[in-house]
């Protein structure tokens, strides 16, 4: 079977419930600037926001607001829209997001992936990775201590009429 002229990913869903799904994603990804759902879910939404942030380098704004107001959901998203990223993509020709791939989602193995908006400056992008990693590793040295903590507490039981395990927070 030969895939021509297929235009979108339908995702299992109905026409309604597909604009519903990437209308709330879109509205997300502009408060939040990253969002990680499903691969096929991202490339779809990808489209969409790339849309959404030509709409805020029009030269007729007001069309623009409207035409991004009637598909996000709340005010604080056009607002970054037109505030944040309209202006920080003005001289871009395209590509303001970007999908990067992650490992799979655990309870059913579907192929998960991170959508963001791409930082203009290498600066930014630099800072933005260098604050994730920081947060990886606090994660890692709390989780590190709270098993040894849990370790400490099971060696200290040595027979089966021990107090039962403290646990408190560290």
Not at 47 to 62: F, G, I, N, S
Not at 115 to 141: A, D, I, K, N, T
Request: aromatic share 8%; net charge positive.
């Amino acid at each position: 079977m030969v895939h021509h002229q297929i235009a979108f990913r339908k995702l299992s869903r109905t026409p309604a419930h597909r604009k519903a799904l990437l209308r709330n994603m879109a509205t997300q990804l502009l408060i939040h600037g990253r969002i990680k759902t499903t691969t096929a879910k991202a490339k779809e939404l990808k489209r969409v926001a790339d849309k959404l942030v030509k709409y805020a380098k029009k030269a007729d704004k007001a069309y623009g607001r409207r035409l991004a107001r009637s598909f996000l959901r709340t005010d604080e998203a056009v607002e970054n829209l037109f505030v944040k990223y309209g202006p920080l993509y003005a001289d871009r020709p395209g590509g303001y997001t970007r999908v990067q791939k992650t490992r799979p989602r655990a309870g059913d193995c579907a192929p998960m992936a991170y959508v963001e908006y791409v930082p203009e400056s290498v600066e930014e992008g630099r800072e933005m990775r260098e604050s994730r990693r920081e947060l990886r590793r606090q994660r890692f040295e709390y989780n590190s201590r709270l098993k040894q903590h849990h370790r400490s507490q099971w060696e200290a039981r040595t027979d089966e009429h021990a107090a039962p395990l403290d646990n408190t927070p560290l």
